[in-house]
């Protein structure tokens, strides 16, 4: 049965463009997470009720193409949480799209995108969206034309947009474009040396305000698996009302990809938008994942994160006393993955989930929560 639908998915895909699909490889995939676990809600905290045990299915539906020149995946997913305690039922909807390709040797096109639809701001990638109990819509798009200009010499251009809509009464969308250009020179064969300009334009609502930013960059090929890269400088942000302040950014990564270890730390200061409370916040951020394999079928993984943000331009950016107006929060999680045939893995995973902030306390607003779930990750072709 699996096989007739995929069968039936690809004949349909190139009847619908025979010719266009003639010289691509496509290639459909269904997967299934199948999860159980005890959650400490913070919905479910108003009334008093403290955790409950949850079941948890996503089924994701993917499609893969490649051919000589370009390669790329778009997938859906969508995540059923039924509450066996209270009876409740939500559901969320993913979607996302990647694809590479080079329009020639020295030319080549990139374009990222993630869409989500949730219940539970708590799993957006964005950390600081979710000071709402609402339901929230968050998107993400990049767009980038890459060209080698010479042996040593590459130029980049970036576009980026990210909006989110908090569904409260009275709450507007907001958003961020962001376009970009870089320029890297390889100074050695593990030292790289950049320049970029950066502009973002806000919008909250009926607010506007914007920022432009210089910086220097490096990366440096530490080892033959792991790369640093830092990049810092100034930021002058103008708001809706015309005041205008200088802020500093200042960003630090570290990255491993190795055989048996990969290693990823980020670490900076920076100017975002979009969270759906405000145009434009100063963040200080940090993250730090970690996976192991020991062998074919066993393999750990950890991941931490911190984040702290407040009014642009710098509204108790620099001061450990605390402000109504900063909210800071972290996350802490690990998981152990046990493949027990070639498509169907075991997963086990802890995770802990807290946002404080005197602004979000004076709300009513409690974001603690502690996850224990177990797994079954099946892949159906």
Not at 72 to 98: I, M, P, Q
Not at 141 to 151: C, D, G, I
Not at 162 to 183: L, N, Q
Not at 243 to 251: D, I, M, Q, V
Request: net charge positive; with cysteine; glycine share 12%.
């Amino acid at each position: 049965m699996m096989g007739g639908v995929r069968k039936l998915l690809a004949a349909c895909m190139v009847f619908a463009s025979s010719s266009a699909m003639a010289a691509h490889v496509l290639d459909s995939s269904l997967r299934l997470t199948a999860e159980e676990r005890y959650d400490d809600d913070f919905r479910l905290n108003d009334g008093g009720a403290g955790g409950q045990f949850m079941t948890k299915l996503s089924p994701r539906l993917g499609l893969e193409v490649k051919d000589p020149v370009s390669k790329g995946e778009a997938f859906y997913a969508t995540d059923l949480l039924v509450r066996h305690g209270s009876g409740n039922a939500t559901l969320d909807h993913r979607g996302g799209v990647d694809l590479s390709y080079a329009l020639s040797r020295r030319l080549k096109v990139d374009v990222t995108g993630r869409i989500f639809r949730v219940t539970d701001p708590t799993s957006l990638p964005r950390e600081g969206v979710a000071r709402s109990l609402s339901p929230t819509l968050y998107g993400q798009a990049r767009l980038s034309v890459s060209e080698r200009l010479t042996r040593r010499w590459d130029i980049r251009a970036n576009y980026g947009f990210e909006g989110a809509k908090v569904y409260e009464e009275g709450r507007e969308p907001g958003f961020v474009h962001t376009p970009s250009i870089e320029a890297w020179y390889r100074s050695t064969r593990r030292l790289t040396l950049g320049l970029e300009y950066r502009y973002q334009g806000f919008v909250f609502g009926g607010d506007s305000s914007n920022a432009h930013g210089a910086f220097g960059a490096l990366r440096y090929r530490l080892t033959r698996a792991t790369t640093l890269t830092v990049r810092g400088g100034p930021v002058l942000y103008t708001s809706h009302e015309g005041e205008s302040g200088w802020l500093p950014r200042a960003a630090v990564e570290l990255a491993r990809e190795g055989e048996l270890l990969d290693l990823g730390l980020v670490v900076g200061h920076d100017l975002v938008g979009a969270s759906g409370f405000t145009s434009a916040l100063w963040a200080d951020y940090a993250s730090l994942v970690a996976g192991r394999r020991f062998t074919e079928r066993l393999t750990a993984n950890a991941a931490a994160s911190f984040f702290r943000n407040g009014r642009a331009p710098g509204e108790g950016a620099f001061s450990l006393e605390g402000s109504p107006n900063v909210s800071q929060g972290y996350a802490v999680g690990g998981s152990v993955d046990y493949r027990l045939t070639r498509y169907v893995t075991l997963q086990g995973a802890v995770d802990r989930i807290a946002q404080v902030g005197e602004g979000d306390a004076a709300a009513g607003v409690n974001l603690a929560r502690n996850v224990f779930a177990v797994r079954l990750l099946i892949s159906a072709w």
